[in-house]
């Protein structure tokens, strides 16, 4: 972390309190003060009484437990995009888990020979805590107005957080943990220390293949023509430099003169939603032959986040693309487009939302899909993609 105290013998940060203090007080102080309405879903009332409960504990905290403390009072707002952002140096575990149902599955991890055992398995307890009761821990670090799928998703991502697991008291060292499988013969243990970042691609998979959505990680924008179906397929991963990878793919539109469009927004954290209106909804809006019914195709899922959200809402609104897959995560009627601050003593980022937005006129305020399917287990396990291969079923079934 950028704390730059004293360190005590377990390792642990302890600056004086006061120090401790000040920080509170300025992100009490702060998040009220900048938010666009801090109390849209927590009563001030509240708010002010977790800051005095945190207060009063933290002489007799560590630095994970105050960081846990603080971005539990920042969450409470309620918004996916306030919170305080967990430091890079955080000790991390080399394993990466996905949510089925009501099963954690180990789906990716460092390789080792303990692996191969437990790889694809479903997780029951971290350090000997049931996994019931940790995901109740790890969803007090997630948006509490948001939808439970997006806070189902962000708690499964702090499972392998040495600070998070530490801070909640799930672990009692921030370095080690124990995770348990449910194994075919019977409950088995792994014992893992925190390591360093190494090439996800020297990673054990649970997927028998990766599926073509999952493929090319990092790459903003990449398309691939599907000649049989007369289709191209485009994943949309980031905004980053989409005015030249959107030329380049409306440069292979009109190349291919493809009848089917599928746009795939399913791994897409956001951006600048004004870009992806400009560069690719309004382009695509004009094409005659791609923008009609059952022949503009945009996929959605719960990953898809902040400016993805705004453009899915976009794309069903402005054009006749039809939404494919499952609901999208963030609520579309939200504070949304956040800045950052910083704590003076230990430097922890904070982000907060200074502007709502709009996107749909539901008075469920959810984004769901036209056609709405589930990825099970089996689906990820043996790499299949229910939500392209339906796509491309009803290419299929229309005449040439």
Known sequence: MNVIYAQAPNGQLTPPTLKWHEDLMFLAKQLVKRHANAFHFISPETFQAEIDRLDAQLPTMNSDQIFVGMDQIANSIGDGHTYIRIPDDAPAFPV???????????????????????????????????????????????????????????????????????????????????????T?????????PASSPMPRSAWLRAATTVPLYRQHPGEPLWCLPFEKERAVYCSFQS???????????????HEKQPQYLILDLRLNKGGDFGLGLKYLIKPIRKMRGINRSDHLF???????????????????????????????????????????????????TVRCSIKFYKFTKSSENLIRPDKEIPETWDDYNSGRDPVLDWVLQQSAREPK
């Open 298 to 348: 945009v996929l959605i899922g719960p990953r898809t986040f902040s400016a993805a959200m705004s453009n899915a809402a976009q794309f069903h609104d402005r054009t006749k693309a039809l939404l494919v897959g499952q609901p999208i995560g963030e609520k579309p009627n939200s504070y949304q487009e956040a800045r950052e601050m910083v704590l003076p003593n230990s430097h922890w």
């Open 184 to 192: 075919k013969a019977g409950q088995l243990t792994l014992n893992l």
């Open 96 to 182: 990466e888990f996905e949510r089925f149902g009501d099963d954690y599955r180990l789906t990716e991890a460092a390789p080792a020979a303990s692996m191969s055992d437990v790889i694809g398995h479903k997780l029951i307890a971290v350090d000997g805590v049931p996994i019931d009761r940790v995901r109740t821990l790890l969803l007090t670090l997630t948006p509490a107005d948001e939808t439970q799928a997006l806070r189902d998703l962000r708690a499964c991502l702090l499972l392998n957080n040495g600070l998070v697991l530490y801070g909640l008291g799930i672990t009692s060292n921030r370095d080690h943990v124990s995770y348990t499988f449910e």
């Open 239 to 253: 905004y980053k430099n989409l005015r030249e990878s959107s030329k380049a793919m409306l440069d292979l539109l």
